[in-house]
């Protein structure tokens, strides 16, 4: 079976979705799936540096990448489209990744034009929170092709049951399909590490702490968690405590963050790293005795799924979609964002070395059953077969 991923972007800085989908075609090969990644060389203001308009080997898996022409937020890239035009017959499925693109808007046209069946995985921007950003643009989006690219898809792919939940009040979609990311088995099974990260960041010593490993972007509820940690850890009994902020984002927005912390942390408790990756990340997960995620909107969350699988606890917000079956499970603590809940929780959190370690196992038990990507991908594999016999039928 022959697979079209198509998507906007795979520049680290776009997280969860442009690492998932390389470890998608390689857990896919398995399950005899033959996968090609369709992309831009968006990188923020930069491009990725890589040979364009022919197959390359990225990361392990074949990826064609056309330059983006115009716009950051959209992706705009004719030769990517041209290809399509050309090309999408010879495929079986196209799995288009994200809504408000060009890239997911000249798919679906290739794909209706050629009869080519095609799944779209919303990537949470259907959600509320999202759709209420930006309004105008993706309501002139909506009408110029999303709406018809929504209801002309075969199926439409969530990767957690709120996803679904609220993208179908929201919008009205039907064909909705829940299949989960997954992630290696080695970040499960892996050994611990040698103090790579303390290491590198010295200044940490043995102190415990909070570690935030995420695209740094306002969607994310830093400055909530920052005002809240600092404020926290001014009692004497978590003075001892640190916060590490792992990542990157606009420069302006991560500039912005660490002065609200140098104006409220007189102790220097708190210490951005900048992205980490490779051995440095898995070591940074490792050390760390919580992981939080406070999102005002979170489709996945990879990181907490990562952090979980190395028995890491989580502190999580309402508005993260895993947030269910993190409670569900007590792999973590889960917070809403309002009225002191979120300092509740997070002195709870610390306070509790015993119940870190408990919810840490459990964390892992869910990862192992639900979330390696054995299991995700041979439901993957199902899904997509599905989905072309049934479009053969029809057909």
Not at 58 to 74: D, L, T
Not at 120 to 127: E, F, K, N, Y
Not at 237 to 246: K, P, S
Not at 306 to 330: D, F
């Amino acid at each position: 079976m022959r697979v079209l991923h198509v998507i906007p972007g795979l520049a680290a800085r776009y997280g969860g979705p442009s690492r998932a989908i390389v470890g998608t075609c390689l857990a896919l090969r398995y399950q005899g799936v033959e996968s090609l990644i369709l992309t831009t060389d968006a990188d923020g203001p930069g491009r990725l540096p890589v040979e364009l308009a022919r197959p390359v080997n990225y990361e392990g898996v074949q990826v064609i990448f056309f330059p983006r022409q115009h716009s950051e937020a959209f992706k705009y890239s004719r030769p990517l489209a041209h290809w399509l035009e050309k090309n999408v017959a010879s495929f079986d499925l196209v799995d288009i990744e994200a809504v408000f693109s060009h890239s997911s808007l000249a798919a679906a046209r290739a794909c209706r034009r050629a009869a080519v069946a095609y799944v779209v995985r919303p990537l949470g921007s259907l959600a509320p929170w999202c759709l209420s950003q930006k309004r105008l643009r993706k309501r002139l989006l909506w009408h110029a092709g999303v709406k018809r690219m929504l209801h002309g898809a075969a199926a439409i792919h969530y990767t957690t049951a709120k996803e679904r939940d609220q993208a179908e009040t929201t919008v009205g979609l039907g064909c909705g399909v829940v299949i989960p990311l997954g992630i290696d088995e080695d970040i499960l099974n892996g050994q611990k590490s040698q103090g790579i990260f303390r290491r590198r960041h010295s200044a940490l010593g043995d102190d415990p702490y909070v570690l935030i490993l995420c695209r740094l972007h306002p969607i994310k509820g830093l400055e909530l968690f920052l005002r809240a940690f600092l404020g926290v850890t001014r009692r004497e009994e978590f003075r001892h405590w640190r916060l590490v902020v792992a990542g990157e984002g606009e420069p302006k927005y991560v500039a912005s963050l660490k002065r609200l912390a140098e104006k409220q942390d007189g102790d220097g408790r708190g210490l951005f790293t900048g992205w980490v990756d490779g051995a440095e990340k898995v070591s940074a997960l490792q050390e760390a005795a919580l992981l939080a995620l406070p999102s005002h909107h979170e489709n996945f969350g990879l990181s907490l799924v990562e952090a979980l699988a190395r028995g890491v606890p989580v502190l999580v917000s309402t508005g993260v979609n895993l947030s269910q079956e993190i409670a569900a499970t007590g792999a973590g603590w889960v917070a809403r964002l309002e009225g002191g809940d979120l300092s509740k929780a997070l002195a709870e959190a610390l306070r509790e070395e015993r119940e870190r370690a408990s919810r840490g196992s459990a964390g892992r038990e869910l990862v192992r059953s639900r979330y390696t990507w054995p299991v995700v991908a041979a439901q993957l594999a199902d899904f997509y077969r599905s989905v072309a016999r049934h479009s053969e039928r029809e057909g």
